[in-house]
């Protein structure tokens, strides 16, 4: 606790939560899944309560009265989509986007381009039989 002290004191003056997020990759897709989670630390031990907007699920953990472990999935998007905070001392919106860089697909659109984008892309168990005349059916696996 002593460690602890001469940390929290500066945050006892400010009166600010502390949002440091887990897990960000450097670039997302538009509509790729996110999954990250932030850590919330509070400068007095109070309950707090958080609400997520639509789109965005969240898990909650709460290890400490100073602490709050969220993990979050959602789809990358430019849409706003907000964590707000609820406390004693007021209301806290957190925007998810800052955390988001979006890498968009160039344009024009490669041929037979059809709306996914993957990273590290591999075709796992590929199989093909004839089902007609000069007509093949072909299944695989995608991984990414």
Not at 23 to 40: A, M
Not at 85 to 99: F, M, N, Q, W
Not at 124 to 136: I, M, Q
């Given at each position: 606790?002593?460690?602890?002290?001469p940390l929290l004191f500066p945050?006892?003056l400010?009166?600010?939560?502390?949002?440091?997020?887990?897990?960000?990759?450097?670039y997302?897709?538009?509509?790729?899944?996110?999954?990250?989670?932030?850590?919330?630390i509070?400068?007095?031990?109070?309950?707090?309560?958080i609400?997520?907007?639509?789109g965005?699920?969240?898990?909650l953990?709460?290890?400490s009265p100073f602490?709050?472990d969220?993990?979050?999935s959602?789809?990358?998007s430019?849409?706003?989509?907000k964590i707000?905070?609820a406390?004693?001392?007021g209301l806290?919106?957190i925007?998810?986007?800052?955390?988001?860089k979006?890498k968009?697909?160039?344009?024009?659109?490669?041929p037979?381009?059809?709306?996914?984008v993957?990273d590290?892309?591999?075709?796992?168990?590929?199989?093909?039989?004839?089902y007609?005349?000069?007509?093949?059916?072909?299944?695989?696996?995608?991984?990414?």
């Amino acid at each position: 606790m002593r460690l602890l002290s001469p940390l929290l004191f500066p945050l006892l003056l400010i009166g600010k939560l502390i949002v440091t997020p887990i897990g960000v990759k450097p670039y997302y897709y538009p509509g790729e899944e996110v999954s990250i989670g932030l850590r919330i630390i509070s400068p007095t031990p109070s309950n707090y309560h958080i609400s997520v907007t639509k789109g965005v699920e969240m898990n909650l953990s709460h290890p400490s009265p100073f602490i709050y472990d969220l993990n979050l999935s959602f789809f990358a998007s430019k849409k706003p989509l907000k964590i707000l905070i609820a406390g004693v001392t007021g209301l806290e919106s957190i925007d998810l986007g800052r955390y988001l860089k979006l890498k968009s697909v160039p344009t024009p659109y490669p041929p037979y381009y059809t709306g996914v984008v993957a990273d590290k892309l591999e075709i796992l168990d590929p199989a093909a039989s004839r089902y007609r005349e000069g007509e093949v059916i072909l299944s695989f696996n995608l991984r990414s």
